[in-house]
Every structure is written in structure tokens, then in C-alpha cells.
């Protein structure tokens, strides 16, 4: 029987109605950790710069992401995404023991976000290798869509919902109901797969497997391209429209945490229609295409929210800015789940979460250089810079991207 499309096509997918939710959970809790801390470390120290370095440490276990994704290929990504969700459990339970107890700083909570950043950046790349094992090829497209609004809901709800909870039931409390979903999260996972290991994995090393992924991607320029693409964004788009948002709340707009929380919605909102508009059109979007049209239209919005001092303005910007993001990162994601074949996804996506650490170099350069510019000569310099950057990728690459027929258009492997 031919697997019918539609926006609810993956869920005849077991596998994907356990993962769903379970990616649901996680992505909500990521929201609220991110929102509750991030406004705690302002708020304890007033300082951009701790802010900013809270960010960044978060992701500096980036590095990991490859043989995470080597990992994955051996034993599983059922076994490894599991793993990873049972630490975040943990570490969400210490953070709410010591809140709890009153031993909780500024300095407590930066050691916590580095000890998470070994593993949580490589959860979106090892959730989409794993709904890349568990779908049927015409599904692809859509099941990945349908996966980011899971991210994309959970910012909206996640930061309405964190901010909601840290003013109502303080931060200790707050940290008690995230670790219960990540409980939930790690439980709903055991649900997924089964997914396949490599059968050369014994005839093979993890170190040889990591350079194979590395090769594979070097010599693909789809692959290159769209990783290029995605640590030009990481470093240049999401530092604005993530990581210094609290300083956007605060210093431009006058707004409090829960304004923080709606300023934060609004880009997620955009974002959620636009992953659900890739779930509904599925396979006929051209991801090569897709991938640098949206991200050319992304940063031009960058572009003048830089300038905006009106809230009501600014949040609608972000909006747009958010649904053009889905129509650019959804269609990379295919792009490279499809070019990296079955016995290169992990790894491949592994290498894809490296583009990752170009957050923390956006989020420590901002700092600097908001103290000395200013907010909207920083954010016009990030969007200027990544505007031109994508341009040359897509000029670069264009024969590899551009064409109807080319495999990154048509979904065939090169």
C-alpha cells in the first residue's frame, strides 16, 4: 500500500507517534530552561556579557556532535537519543535540588549549561536522523516539517508557559515540573525506532567511522553547502533572535520577563506556520532552492528589525522572520538526510550540529560589540554580513542547488 501524504501522513508512522510527542516535551523544556536562566543570569548580574556567555557555553560541547552521530550509526539512534534524554533529566533535577536548597548562582548555573551543551546541541540533528531511519522516503519532507513544529510550538507555549511559571511559582518550583518532562520525554522515547546499526561497525573504528562522515560531506557540495548555510545562520541570524532577546526586552523595548516571553512567541509563531506549511506541501518543495531563497528573505527581515524600536513592529518582524527560517532550515534538514544515505546519516548529522558552534562565536562577539555600537549597529552588521554570505554560498554552489533536475531539488542521491 503507497504511503499517503499530508500533513498527517507520518503519524500511520509507530515510531513517529511516540517520537512526536516525546521531541514535543523536550523542545518545551529547552524553551522554558533557556528563557527562566537566561533572565536569571541578567537579572543576578546585570551584566550582557554573562548573559551572552551563559549562551554560548551551552553550546560549546558542539564538538561532540560527530562522534555522537558516530554513535548513533553503531548502535542505534534509538539508543543514543534515549541516553541523552535521561541526562537532561539529571541535570534539570540538580539544578532544582540546589535552587531548592538555596546553593543556586550565576556561576552554578554557567557549569550546568556547559555540562548540557556536550549533549543537548546534537538533539535536533539525532532526532531528524531518526525520523529519517523510521519514514518512507515520500513522507520525508513532511515528517521533518511536522518535527520542527515541535520546536517551533514548544517557543511559543514553552516561552509563555516559562515565563509564566518563574513569575507564579518561582524558579525552584519551575525546575521541579521541567524535570518531570524530561522524565516524560526519556520515557516516550523507549517508544521510537527500532533503527539499524551499521553491519560494518565491528570492521570498522570510531575514529575511522568520524573521518568516513568528514570525507563523505567534503566531497558532496550539497552537503557542504548546506552546512556552510547552517553555520552562517548559528553565528549571524539566531544570536538575534534568540540568545539576545533579553537584552532586546529589556534595553530597547522596556519590557519585563513576560514581555520577554510574547517578544520570544512571536518568532516561534512565525516559525511554527512555516514548518507547518512544509508539512502540507511535503515533497513538492525544492529543497536546494527552498533552502537559500529562504534564507536571502531572512535576513533582509533581520535587516530592518535592527533598526525597529516599536514593540508591535519588531514582533511582527520577528514573526516573518520566523516562517521564513522554517522555509530554509526544514529543506536543509531533507537536503542532507537525503544526500547522507542510510550508512552516513548519523554521522552526517553530527557534522551538520558543528555548524551549531557558530552560535557561541555570534553570542561572544555581540557582547563586545553591542557595549560598543549598540544594539542596532551589531544586529545591522550580523544580518548584513549574513545576507551577503548567502548570496555568494547560492552563487557558489548554484549548480548543485539551483537546477530543477539536480538531486538536491529531486530528492535522489548525487
Known amino acids: 500500500?503507497?504511503?499517503?501524504?499530508?500533513?498527517?501522513?507520518?503519524?500511520?508512522?509507530?515510531?513517529f507517534r511516540f517520537q512526536w510527542p516525546a521531541d514535543l516535551l523536550t523542545s518545551w523544556a529547552f524553551e522554558m530552561e533557556t528563557l527562566i536562566l537566561g533572565w536569571y543570569v541578567l537579572t543576578e548580574t546585570g551584566s550582557i556579557l554573562w548573559l551572552t556567555a551563559?549562551?554560548?557555553?551551552?553550546?560549546?560541547?558542539?564538538?561532540?556532535?560527530?562522534?555522537?552521530?558516530?554513535?548513533?550509526?553503531?548502535?542505534?539512534?534509538?539508543?543514543?537519543?534515549?541516553?541523552?534524554?535521561?541526562?537532561?533529566?539529571?541535570?534539570?533535577?540538580c539544578i532544582a535540588a540546589m535552587a531548592l536548597t538555596g546553593l543556586l548562582g550565576p556561576v552554578q548555573v554557567l557549569v550546568i549549561a556547559v555540562i548540557a551543551g556536550l549533549v543537548r546541541p546534537s538533539d535536533i540533528g539525532m532526532r531528524n536522523a531518526l525520523i529519517a531511519a523510521t519514514m518512507p522516503a515520500p513522507l520525508l519532507m513532511g515528517a521533518v516539517g511536522i518535527g520542527r513544529m515541535t520546536a517551533d510550538s514548544a517557543r511559543v507555549v514553552g516561552a509563555l508557559t516559562g515565563a509564566g511559571l518563574a513569575a507564579w511559582l518561582g524558579l525552584a518550583q519551575s525546575y521541579v515540573?521541567?524535570?518531570?518532562?524530561?522524565?516524560?520525554?526519556?520515557?516516550?522515547?523507549l517508544g521510537t525506532g527500532p533503527t539499524p546499526r551499521n553491519p560494518d561497525a565491528a570492521l570498522s573504528t570510531p575514529l575511522r567511522d568520524l573521518r568516513d562522515g568528514f570525507s563523505h560531506v567534503w566531497a558532496t557540495p550539497a552537503l557542504l553547502a548546506a552546512v556552510s548555510i547552517a553555520f552562517l545562520v548559528n553565528m549571524t541570524a539566531f544570536p538575534l533572535s534568540g540568545g539576545l532577546l533579553p537584552y532586546v526586552a529589556r534595553d530597547v523595548y522596556g519590557i519585563?520577563?513576560?514581555?520577554?516571553?510574547?517578544?520570544?512567541?512571536?518568532?516561534?509563531?512565525?516559525?511554527?506556520?512555516?514548518?507547518?506549511?512544509?508539512?502540507?506541501?511535503g515533497s513538492r518543495v525544492q529543497a536546494g532552492r527552498a533552502m537559500i531563497l529562504g534564507a536571502l528573505v531572512w535576513y533582509a527581515l533581520l535587516l530592518v528589525f535592527a533598526r525597529v524600536e516599536h514593540l508591535a513592529l519588531g514582533m511582527t518582524l520577528l514573526a516573518v522572520a520566523g516562517f521564513m527560517q522554517s522555509l530554509s532550515l526544514s529543506p536543509l534538514v531533507v537536503l542532507m538526510l537525503q544526500a547522507a544515505g542510510d550508512?552516513?546519516?548519523?554521522?552526517?548529522?553530527?557534522?551538520?550540529?558543528?555548524?551549531?558552534?557558530?552560535?557561541?562565536?555570534?553570542?561572544?562577539?555581540?557582547?563586545?560589540?553591542?557595549?560598543?555600537?549598540?544594539?542596532?549597529h551589531t544586529a545591522t552588521l550580523f544580518a548584513g554580513f549574513g545576507l551577503l554570505a548567502t548570496a555568494w554560498?547560492?552563487?557558489?554552489?548554484?549548480?548543485?542547488?539551483w537546477p530543477r533536475e539536480a538531486p538536491a531539488n529531486t530528492g535522489r542521491r548525487a
Open 256 to 281: 519585563d520577563r513576560t514581555g520577554l516571553g510574547f517578544l520570544s512567541a512571536s518568532f516561534a509563531a512565525g516559525a511554527l506556520l512555516g514548518s507547518l506549511l512544509v508539512g502540507v506541501i
Open 177 to 189: 515540573a521541567i524535570t518531570g518532562l524530561y522524565v516524560c520525554c526519556f520515557l516516550l522515547s
Open 54 to 93: 551563559y549562551g554560548a557555553l551551552q553550546f560549546l560541547g558542539t564538538l561532540l556532535a560527530p562522534m555522537i552521530g558516530v554513535a548513533a550509526d553503531r548502535i542505534g539512534h534509538r539508543t543514543v537519543i534515549c541516553a541523552m534524554r535521561a541526562s537532561y533529566a539529571v541535570l534539570a533535577a
Open 343 to 376: 550508512a552516513y546519516r548519523g554521522r552526517v548529522m553530527g557534522a551538520r550540529m558543528l555548524a551549531i558552534y557558530g552560535l557561541p562565536i555570534g553570542l561572544f562577539a555581540a557582547g563586545p560589540l553591542i557595549e560598543h555600537l549598540g544594539f542596532a
Open 1 to 15: 500500500m503507497p504511503h499517503r501524504a499530508g500533513v498527517l501522513g507520518p503519524f500511520r508512522v509507530r515510531s
Open 393 to 401: 554560498i547560492g552563487l557558489y554552489w548554484r549548480r548543485h542547488l
